[in-house]
Structures are given as C-alpha cells and as structure tokens.
C-alpha cells in the first residue's frame, strides 16, 4: 500500500489531493491538500472529512468510483456535483496507480 498525490479538475479548476490505499487496493484515506473550490459549495465536499470518508474502503473491484449512480458509486453533495466527481476521480487515479505497481 501506500500514498498516492493526485490532481484531479473540480468545478473552480484543479483539486489536489493525497490517496491512501493498501495492499488489497482499498481506500484508506482521502485528503485534499489544494483547492479552488466555491466557498459553502464545494468546499462541502473537499473540506469535510466526514464527506471524504465516504470512500473509505472502495476498491476498483466493481468498476471504477462514481458518484450517486453506478455499482461502486459513493453519495454526492447536492449542488457539489463537479467537485464530488472531482475527488471521485482523483480516487480512481490513485486506485489504478497503486494497482499498477503490484
């Protein structure tokens, strides 16, 4: 497992962030690190831990990390859409990163 930094766009432009993911290739942490996010919108998504959180143990078993739809989805913030897509796929960058190494 390890650490994986990643930039991901959101809806202001780009989000930066640092994955966590071990050695099955799940989740353990999501922080952001940089942002341009709108205040009090998204910043919903990218300052909240407990929003972060949210995809704690996902893997790429089920397909790549969508929001709101989809078999491997997490719940999105309403109004957030851009920025909670924008993490997603910072998520799924880090998840195809790490399992490129095994």
Known sequence: GGAVQTTANGSQGPITMVVGVDTAGAVTGVSVI???ETPNIGTKVVADQNVL???LGLTH???EVTIN???NS???VSGA???SRGVAAGVNAALSAV???S
């Open 69 to 71: 739809t989809g078999s």
């Open 53 to 55: 959180d949210r995809f």
């Open 61 to 63: 078993e089920n397909g």
């Open 34 to 36: 940089k942002h341009s």
């Open 74 to 76: 997490v719940d999105g």
């Open 81 to 83: 859409t851009y920025s």
């Open 99 to 101: 399992a490129g190494l």
